[in-house]
């Protein structure tokens, strides 16, 4: 009976637990190495997405040293800062733009975009200037478009056309040799008017007494990129009193007489105003190599041509309220320069600052995209393009950042020189 019963366990419970024993080992060895291919993949995983995130932008590397054109130091401290929630400080500033009705559709383009980039987190004011009244599709759909609130001004108009002593037999005639020489714009009146207001008379509108500090947008201009700070800030925090993003070379059949117009302000108001040492003096004059270019136009007066590009400015209206600016522009304006030749807002407000201000109070706003035809600029740094959504390509080639008919260089050699990140 014992026998049967020994040989009947080890016929059948032997088996059955070894298999039973058999299976749990192996299950219990499966676990284990599924553990590890489940903790491979997790650190995998983990490793591939910060390797995406990065550059993805989702978890920002402050320690890193950016590359764009050139670097400054005070940028990363604004950057993104203001995340989630965050009650965006606001300067005392408005965002400006002297247009047209029948421009509606390229302020619309525009003020997407700068609201898009930058200004849908601040809301700034903004303020249209007009020669003419608005209309009421101007104002409502310019109104619909801005995050901050909106406000629209008549431009006076002795702030506007020609005033009463231009020769106006003398003007047409240039008018027509200006035009017939093929000179842009050469043959436009209004064009004229509108320069002239733009250089001497746009600080000077009430509904600006408000404000410290103004940012020109044009129509039919755009943004490339997230702006990474505020600008207005910066300008205040800085001290900087005039800031740029384009510069290049003017055309010299539309300013002939001006450079010997300004060696006659200079000479009238020296010791009034900074020495050529002091301000921005030597950007407008140098002309020697920079990189492989020398300038790429041959200028016939010390003037190299070199202007900041108007249609982007960001200014501090109390510098252009200032004896000292007004005094400039109207020492230009008693030329009839404006008229008889075809003068822009560019060359003279880059000539205003660069002669009234130090270098240092100049800024080149480096990080922000921007285009108006026919020229564009654009981070060179590739992290920078991700991190800001550029959505432009830095080697473009409406891209004149470092192009030949860039002034920029020239600005790095002889303006406020170029700046570089202090490692962190
Ligand atoms: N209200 C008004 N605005 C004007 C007039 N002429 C020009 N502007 C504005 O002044 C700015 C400069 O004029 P633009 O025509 O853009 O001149 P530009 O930038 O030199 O040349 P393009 O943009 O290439 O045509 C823009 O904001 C225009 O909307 C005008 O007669 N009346
Ligand atoms: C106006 O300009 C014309 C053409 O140059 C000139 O002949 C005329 O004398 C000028 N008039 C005055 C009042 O200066
Ligand atoms: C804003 O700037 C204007 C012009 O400088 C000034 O009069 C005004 O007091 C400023 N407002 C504030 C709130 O600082
Ligand atoms: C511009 O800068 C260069 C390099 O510093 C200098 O040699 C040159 O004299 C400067 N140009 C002027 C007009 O000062
Ligand atoms: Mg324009």
């Known amino acids: 009976m014992a026998k049967r019963s020994s040989i009947y366990i080890l016929s059948v419970f032997v088996p059955i637990w070894t298999f039973l024993i058999c299976s749990f080992c192996k299950e219990l060895s499966l676990i284990r190495k599924c553990r590890n291919i489940d903790s491979s993949y997790t650190s995998l995983s983990q490793r591939v997405k910060e390797q995406y995130d990065s550059n993805r932008r989702r978890n920002y590397f402050p320690e890193v040293k950016l590359s764009r054109n050139s670097y400054e130091d005070y940028t990363l401290n604004y950057r993104r800062q203001n995340d989630y929630g965050h009650v965006y400080p606001r300067e005392n500033a408005t965002i400006l733009m002297l247009v047209r009705n029948s421009e509606l559709e390229g302020a619309l383009d525009s003020m997407r975009s ?29 109104t619909a478009m801005a995050s901050g609130k909106t406000q629209y001004a008549l431009i006076p108009s002795e702030n506007w056309n020609r005033p009463q002593w231009i020769n106006e037999t003398l003007f047409e005639e240039r008018l027509r040799a200006m035009e017939d020489e093929g000179v842009l714009y050469g043959g436009s009146k209004s064009y004229r008017n509108m320069c002239r207001f733009n250089s001497g008379f746009f600080f000077r509108q009430t509904i600006l007494d408000n404000y410290d500090y103004y940012f020109r947008v044009e129509p039919n201009v755009e943004y490339y990129c997230d702006f990474p700070y505020d600008p207005f800030r910066i300008m205040r925090l ?65 003037y190299n041509l070199c202007h900041f590009w108007s249609n982007f400015e960001i200014g501090d209206l109390n510098f252009f309220r200032s004896d000292e600016y007004k005094n400039f522009f109207e020492t230009l304006d008693a030329k009839g320069g404006f008229y008889y030749e075809r003068w822009g807002d560019a060359p003279v407000h880059s000539i205003g600052v660069s002669l009234l201000l130090r270098p240092d109070e100049i800024i080149h706003f480096d990080e922000l995209g921007y285009f108006h035809s026919p020229f564009g600029t654009c981070p060179a740094s590739y992290a920078v393009r991700l991190d800001q959504r550029c959505r432009c390509r830095s080697n473009d080639e409406s891209v004149i950042d470092i192009a030949p008919h860039s002034c920029l260089m020239r600005w790095w050699k002889n303006g406020s020189g170029k700046f570089f990140l202090k490692e962190k």
């Open 238 to 302: 800085k001290d900087k009193k005039y800031g740029f993003v384009i510069s290049l070379y003017e055309y010299e059949e539309t300013i002939p007489t001006l450079w010997h117009t300004i060696e006659e302000y200079l000479e009238a108001n020296e010791g009034a105003i900074l020495s050529k040492e002091d301000s921005a003096y030597a950007f407008l004059t140098d002309s020697g190599l920079v990189g492989k270019h020398y300038p790429i136009v041959e200028a016939s007066s010390d």
């Open 114 to 142: 700068l609201e898009d980039r930058f200004n849908n987190k601040y809301h700034y004011d903004w303020t249209f200037l007009n020669d003419v009244p608005f209309d009421e599709d101007f104002i409502e759909a310019t």
